[in-house]
């Protein structure tokens, strides 16, 4: 025992040695493992005098793990002896050592673990090996065992000399711990621990549940005044065990008449409170219950107690929140309950009714939001009501009048709310600044609720609704125009509606202009032009829903109100946000109130807009700026373009964040107030961007912007090497800023429309020819600094921001930065800028073809050998890890997807220049033979198919260009080649001729039929055997979604094979030509004799043979190849491969 209670002390300390600490925590294990370590425990824990604490709460556990290693039912392996022992000698503790001055003395810790150890004892003894569990604990503390009626008398019956305050104590831990283990349904349980706590509850609903509830009423009844914390124990029990023991136990006369009396004792009526509201809330038939609301009389109750402490309110209010749930519940039960007892319910819980009032309108939110259920259900049943057109009675809709004006107080922020006082809010204490957080985000949750149920009593009321709403917001405009709005006080300067506006009933004025504009958003499609249109419309909006013009004519008028009363002015850190907000959520306002755009406007880039003096709402607004210029049209734009400029001139400064300099990573922002000051830059291109604006005005502003950026830029490259700004993060960071603005300005000038063959078109927003010099010298200066600056990232990743937005807005002017750009990002990116880069060079392709096809030629080899790199040396190295096999997973599907968009851009002629097509083997076989078949990325086996039939469309099927990829299907060809017949298509030059054209290539030449001859052998010896190779394959799975793709992929490669036939071709004397005449392309069905398509030749008696495929079964899956579609090919297929034994 001693050499226990050393192992104990030694492996808790902190200070031993870690070689001696192991072996006492191993020596711990293995008393705890030993067949007859409980028994040294049990004697350890019961020694007289103590031993160390923590030494006897090892002893605790080691007889626990002993208890439940004897089975649910404590009868495996001899348990019952060791139980009966263990329960003997730890009752005779429990009697001798408790029962006095000892008990006081027992740290906490050690008692609970004791109760809990006992509780355990129980579990698996009770009622089989320990019958008498509840009577030897109710006789160990002295109290009754008694079982019957309750009566007024009972009480009388207890000897209160022979009752132990300790040991009562003790077992109500053991009824609380049993409870715990049992019932809670916070603890998981296996399905034999159900059963086995059904069992054991099921045996205590027979008598000693009545005796725990005669133990319960004599606590109440004798020790309430002098022992208030035991009478405190009593009533937590009864709250937890009344959910399943019989309720007549704890509601008659003698235990409801103590339990009203502690309700208005101090020191208990919280914990009665709660008991009651357990009382109420027991699960039951909905007739039963309303007898019990009834008998408990739980509203009267209500109505008569002093609620004069906010905790004590707060448990009132679940109280009544639990009634009216229960009383509601009752009342729309039409299937378990009488009309009668409907209409008592209804009855009753109008009588509840101005009770919820009173907690909903309380002054702390704890106490208000307990009644929100009740609130939720009632609005519940007048919503259904008003849905199945059973109108309201007088009463119902008087409870609304009483309940909206209580709600939408409560949406008012407390006059006590404490918000940051210094205007730089982020230099405010970290622990601090965690707890504004907290109550802002709880205030916002409570705004959401009431908010829930405003807007179902609009959906109720109507015009309850816009009368409230409007006449509150429309008082507080009012009372700011009148009087003003001050941004220090919370409360009016005269009380409610009284004299100088307080912040706190501004904020709500402006707050319910939010609310009541989102309404009639998500309720009836908010368009402010239908007021004009709604005479020609019949009243619709384009969805069919009535359109309410009265209520938007409300909102209108409420916005010029909120314009009028200059609530703007008010600097408070909660007004401005929300009222610039309101604008932008509801901009179609300047549809219709075209004059309001300039007081707006004016606020927006006054003191309480852009200047705010709250460092925190600044960039807020900024954003918020940034969209009301957005959705403004254009030509409102350009008589406030200069005032603008210069308005923000002094807040576009660059200071690169000293606390982002250990993070240079230009993904995702993170750059602090620089990211907010974007929005600015971008508006300033937007108000610089409209036609309207003279273009002299123009230049004059864009130079404005752009020499500061310019020469800032320049003056840091020029007075440090290139080696030094490598080396200093903050003038890199520096640099990547100037780049970023000058793309944002760029970025808010409209894209260049480019017409269908992808050249530039004229459109009302081309650029002048001055402005697009300005972006031009922008580009160039991006271009050098990238140049020089490459083997950073953060650069890299601007100068690619930024020249993709020129080549948005300059259009085809800006090509010719495109191999510079690409250059420079290439050589030095990383795996996951590279796949950025693919995506951005798909678009690029996409958007600019034809154009685009002599620059996408330069930069195809630089490219694929830059993934190739990247890829091989995997192949070679291995990955580091699962994030690195993600960022190489996501580049070989945008690898993929880029091959893929320069195929559906009618660009694959790309491939067959002088200088490509020698490398199109190489390109394309590691697509085939490693992409195709690694069924670890179903998406990239799709797509490596994909890529591959493509490339067979375009260089087998139509080599001669008269066909687009992207839509090139057998019925298109069919299309097509019926239209060339008739002479439709006589003249007609295609975009992939067009592409072909532009880079002076003839689509016969001798270096396209060689890259045809590749890829001729590349399909016999790797894309066909890839085909049958990859489904067959272990971890291929048929039945999953994504290989469903893949083997769709295959079907068509397979199927546009069968087309080509795989002609023989020759070196460039014309013999291709002469067997593929264009346009006329074979299309399955085939119709001729498939003994003279060399392809279904090669399958029938060479491929599916070798592959063990009978010739009967060989010949049909050729013939199912040319006559089937490919939807339904894909399903031969999937069969074929099935019946095989291939497929799993």
């Not at 309480?608 to 709250?614: A, K, L, T």
């Not at 940034?626 to 254009?634: D, P, V």
């Amino acid at each position: 025992m001693e050499q226990i209670e050393e192992a104990v002390l030694c492996a808790l300390n902190p200070s031993s040695d870690q070689a001696v600490k192991a072996q006492a925590t191993q020596y711990c294990e293995s008393v705890k493992a030993s067949a007859d370590g409980w028994q040294v425990c049990l004697e350890l824990f019961t020694k007289v005098p103590e031993r160390a604490p923590s030494a006897r709460l090892f002893a605790l556990q080691v007889i626990d793990a002993m208890i439940m290693g004897a089975g649910i039912r404590g009868n495996e392996n001899g348990a019952p002896e060791r139980l009966a022992a263990t329960r003997k000698t730890l009752l005779e503790f429990v009697s001798t050592q408790y029962a006095g001055q000892k008990y006081q003395t027992e740290l906490p810790f050690l008692k609970n673990t004791l109760a809990h150890t006992i509780t355990l004892l129980a579990l698996a003894s009770y009622p089989t090996q320990w019958p008498t569990f509840v009577r030897d604990m109710i006789s160990l503390a002295g109290l009754p065992d008694a079982t019957g009626p309750l009566t007024e008398d009972s009480a009388k019956d207890v000897n209160t000399a022979t009752v132990n305050p300790f040991l009562v104590d003790f077992l109500i831990k053991v009824l609380a711990s049993l409870d715990e283990e049992m019932v809670n349904p916070a603890v998981p349980r296996g399905s034999d621990e159900v059963a086995r706590n059904t069992d054991i509850k099921d045996a205590m609903r027979v008598e000693d549940v009545d005796r725990m509830a005669h133990a319960w009423y004599s606590i109440l009844a004798h020790m309430s005044a002098t022992r208030p914390n035991l009478a405190e124990g009593a009533l937590r029990l009864m709250g937890v065990y009344v959910s399943w023991i019989d309720i007549n136990l704890i509601v008659n006369q003698p235990f409801m008449q103590i339990l009203f009396g502690l309700l208005k004792a101090p020191a208990l009526r919280c914990q009665a409170c709660h008991c009651l509201t357990n009382i109420v809330g027991k699960g039951m038939r909905p007739m039963d219950k309303l007898f019990l609301l009834q008998f408990v009389s739980v509203i009267d109750i209500m109505k008569q107690l002093d609620i004069d402490d906010i905790e004590f309110a707060e448990k009132v209010g679940h109280l009544a929140n639990v009634a009216g749930v229960e009383l509601n519940t009752i009342w729309v039960d039409k299937e378990s309950t009488t009309p009668e007892a409907r209409s008592t319910a209804y009855a009753m819980l109008e009588q509840l009714m101005p009770l919820l009032l009173n907690f909903l309108s309380h002054e702390y939110d704890e106490v208000s939001s307990a009644v929100f259920p009740a609130i939720s259900e009632i609005l519940g049943v007048f919503k259904k009501m008003q849905r199945d057109g059973t109108a309201l009675s007088a009463s119902q809709l008087g409870f609304l009048s009483r309940l909206l004006p209580v709600l939408v107080d409560k949406l008012k922020y407390s006059e006590e709310y404490s918000w940051p006082s210094s205007s730089n809010s982020g230099a405010s204490d970290g622990d601090a600044s965690l707890d504004e957080d907290d109550e802002e985000a709880v205030f916002a949750e409570l705004r959401r609720s009431l908010r829930v149920f405003i807007d179902a009593i609009g959906h109720i009321a109507p015009s309850l609704y816009d009368s409230v709403i409007l006449t509150a917001a429309q008082d507080i405009f009012k009372q700011c125009g009148q009087y003003g709005v001050s941004a220090d006080r919370a409360a009016d300067e005269g009380g409610p509606g009284r004299g100088q506006l307080g912040w706190v009933r501004a904020e709500l004025g402006v707050y319910l202009t939010q609310a009541y504009g989102e309404r009639l958003s998500s309720s009836k499609g908010l368009r402010f032009g239908a007021i004009k249109q709604a005479g020609q419309s019949n009243g619709s909006n384009s969805s069919g829903t009535p359109i309410n013009t009265a209520s938007i004519d409300a909102l209108s008028d409420l916005m010029t109100m909120m314009i009028q009363s200059g609530i703007v002015n008010c600097t408070h850190r909660a007004i401005a946000p929300m009222y610039f907000e309101n604008f932008v959520r509801f901009n179609g306002y300047f549809d219709i109130r075209r004059e309001a755009v300039t007081p707006v406007f004016t606020s927006f880039i006054g003191a309480s807009g852009i200047r705010h003096p709250n460092s925190a709402v600044r960039p807020r607004i900024w954003y918020f700026l940034h969209r009301f210029i957005k959705q403004l049209h254009q030509p409102l734009l350009a008589q406030y373009s200069s005032d603008f400029i210069r308005a923000v001139g002094d807040l576009l400064e660059i200071r690169a964040d000293k606390s982002k300099l250990s993070s240079l990573s230009a993904a995702g922002g993170g750059f602090g107030l620089f990211d907010s000051q974007l929005y600015l830059f971008e508006s300033c291109g937007i108000m610089l961007a409209p036609a309207e604006l003279d273009d002299d005005t123009r230049m004059s502003l864009l130079q404005h912007l752009f020499n500061p950026l310019f020469t800032s830029a320049q003056r840091l490259m020029n007075q440090k090497s290139t080696e030094q700004i490598l080396q200093e993060p903050r003038s890199l960071l520096q640099i990547h800023h100037y780049l970023t603005a000058i793309g944002s300005i760029i970025k808010g000038f409209p894209d260049a429309r480019v017409d269908a063959k992808g050249t530039s078109a004229s459109s009302p927003h081309q650029l002048s020819p001055s402005t697009a010099q300005v972006f031009l010298k922008a580009a160039d200066m991006c271009i050098a600094i990238l140049e020089a600056l490459q083997a950073s990232q953060l650069i890299r990743e601007a100068a690619r921001f930024t020249l993709s937005r020129m080549l948005s807005v300059l259009g085809a002017e800006a090509l010719p930065y495109m191999p510079r750009l690409i250059d420079g990002l290439v050589s030095s990116c990383a795996v996951e800028e590279l796949s950025d880069l693919l995506s951005f060079l798909g678009l690029v392709v996409f958007k600019f073809k034809p154009d685009v096809a002599p620059t996408a030629s330069e930069l195809l080899l630089p490219v694929i050998s830059k993934v190739y790199g990247f890829l091989d040396q995997v192949a070679q190295d291995g990955t580091t890890g699962t994030d690195e096999a993600l960022l190489l997973q996501d580049l070989r599907k945008a690898y993929l997807t880029w091959i893929g968009a320069i195929f559906n851009s009618d660009l694959d002629s790309i491939f067959l220049t002088p200088q490509n097509a020698p490398h199109l083997a190489t390109i394309l076989r590691p697509i085939a033979s490693q992409l195709a078949v690694d069924s670890s990325s179903p998406q990239c086996q799709r797509l490596a198919f994909n890529v591959l039939f493509k490339a067979i469309q375009a260089w087998m099927v139509d080599p001669m260009g008269w066909h687009t990829l992207a839509t090139m299907t057998p019925s298109a060809i069919a299309t097509l080649n019926s239209k060339t017949a008739s002479g439709q298509n006589a003249g007609k030059t295609t975009l992939r001729q067009v592409a072909a054209q532009t880079l002076g290539l003839r689509l016969d030449s001798a270096s396209a039929n060689e890259a045809r001859n590749q890829l001729q052998e590349l399909i016999t010896k790797t894309v066909v055997p890839a085909c049958f190779e990859t489904p067959t394959q272990p971890d291929f799975r048929m039945a999953d979604a994504q290989a469903s793709l893949v083997v769709a992929e295959i079907a068509g490669v397979l199927q546009m094979l069968l087309m080509a036939g795989v002609p023989e071709i020759s070196d460039g004397d014309g013999s291709f030509m002469a067997t593929m005449p264009a346009p006329q392309i074979l299309a399955p069905p085939t119709g001729g004799d498939l003994n003279r398509n060399q392809f279904a030749s090669y399958l029938a008696t060479g491929l599916l043979p070798n592959l063990g495929c009978p010739a009967a079964m060989a010949t049909e899956f050729v013939q199912a190849l040319a006559s089937l579609d490919q939807k339904q090919f894909k399903k031969y297929l999937v069969a074929f491969l099935t019946s095989s034994g291939s497929a799993q």
